[in-house]
């Protein structure tokens, strides 16, 4: 699954069409607001309370940077790229050369956590802060290639939340004429190739369409419901919650794969939000766990260290 930019007769005969769109692009403003206040209204009553709490001051944070230092325009950059390149994804998080700019967000990032945070987690930021050039980027090429036993969950954390800031607004540069290619690889992000990190069945325009929501970038594609998101096999698929039938998040599992990734339903509450509801619900991971399954996905704020 790859993308490539449509022709101007291609974009009118989609508009005119009901085709439902293949690809979404973030809204990160909108995104990190609503991030923010949904991790907060789960840490209530929640035993991981005050993680989630932390995890909401990150996002708040993202949404500083976003406004206050936005990233260099590379555009006619990434159009050139899709046109020469039709069959790659633009912006693969194992392939495309990062800028300088994203370890600016980083010390800027790391500057606006010092005062908000304690304990361990003010030396994991002064080891970053004191940190070469060349150790970041190292510590970054593992992380995106999800070498994640080389860099320590206490890094990975802060890291991707730089690395997704300065990806999101790179998607955000990408031609809007821009037409999802389905071919192989449909379980990873037609845009950069990173991890889901849950799949959304919405509601509205797209009633009961599920896309997969990316972990690094936050453009969402979508893939049908009757297939595994990771494998893509059909026969061996089950539903599993901790509330109910009706419970807003569930746990898809096949048993073709073994693995697993959790869908968020907007009409069982329109408020649900991929990444905040699935750290959210912990309870479900370790329930799958205990089953014998892995997890297919990446959460930002949840790295798994083996």
Known sequence: MSIRILPDNEIKQAASSFQHPPLL???PKNLYQRRAKRLRQLAENNPFGDYLDFAAQLVDIQLELLESQPIANISEDLTVCITNNPNQKPLSAKQFIRSPE??????A???KCKPRVAGEVQATL???EKASNSELEQLADALLNERFEEVGADKAVFLWAVLSLYWVQLAQQLPRNSQTEYGEHRHTCPVCDS????S???FGDSQGLRYLHCSLCESEWNVVRAKCSNCEQTGKLEYWSLDSAEAAVKAESCGDCESYL??????KDPHVEAVADDLG?????????????ARSGINPFLFQVE
């Open 262 to 267: 959790k869908v968020m339903y907007q009409e």
């Open 200 to 202: 959304v069945v919405h």
């Open 195 to 198: 991890a889901p990190v849950a």
């Open 25 to 27: 692009f973030a809204n």
């Open 109 to 111: 990032f790391v500057e």
């Open 281 to 293: 619900s912990l309870f479900l991971d370790a329930e799958m766990e205990q089953k014998g399954l």
């Open 102 to 107: 994203w370890r600016v967000l980083l010390f």
């Open 126 to 128: 002064e080891w970053l």
